[in-house]
C-alpha cells in the first residue's frame, strides 16, 4: 500500500522519528507500504521556511534528497490534484493540506495525518 505522509508527519519520519506517533511509525516502517511525499510538502517548507516557522526549519533541497536515498517516492502536483480541490467540501482552508487530500483521493494512496481537521476529509484519509 502506498502511503502519504503529510508535512509534519514527514518531517517527523524525516528529522524527529521520535516524534511520529506509534500507529505512523508503525505504518511507515512495514516494508509491504510504500512512504511517499508531495512536492506541495516541499514548497510547503520552503515557504514557511522563509517565513522563519520553527516546525519548519529544514532546508528542502536536503529534505527531499534524503527522503529519495531512504526509499521515499516524490508525488509531483498534477493538473487532476488541483481541480480535485474544487470539489474538497471546505473543512480546512490551509491549501497545502487541501492538495494533500486531493492527491490522495485523486491517486488512491493513505493520507497519514497528524491534524485532526484534515482526518475529517471523506476517502483514504487517517489520523495518526
Known amino acids: 500500500m502506498k502511503l502519504l505522509l503529510d508535512t509534519h508527519v514527514l518531517l517527523w519520519a524525516a528529522g524527529a522519528p521520535q516524534r511520529l506517533p506509534p500507529a505512523a511509525r508503525i505504518l511507515i516502517e512495514d516494508r509491504q507500504h510504500q512512504p511517499m511525499f ?3 510538502s516541499l514548497w510547503e517548507v520552503v515557504i514557511k521556511r522563509s517565513l522563519a516557522r520553527e516546525d519548519f526549519n529544514v532546508d528542502a533541497r ?20 488541483v481541480t480535485a480541490v474544487a470539489a474538497l467540501p471546505a473543512i480546512h482552508k490551509d491549501p497545502f493540506d487541501r492538495i494533500l487530500v486531493a492527491q490522495a483521493q485523486v491517486e488512491e494512496i493513505l493520507l497519514l495525518t497528524a491534524d485532526p481537521l484534515v482526518a475529517q476529509y471523506p476517502g483514504p484519509v487517517r489520523a495518526v
Request: net charge negative; hydrophobic share 30%.
Open 62 to 81: 536536503l529534505l527531499r534528497r534524503g527522503l529519495l536515498d531512504n526509499g521515499y517516492e516524490e508525488l509531483p502536483i498534477r493538473g487532476e490534484h
Open 38 to 40: 508531495s512536492s506541495a
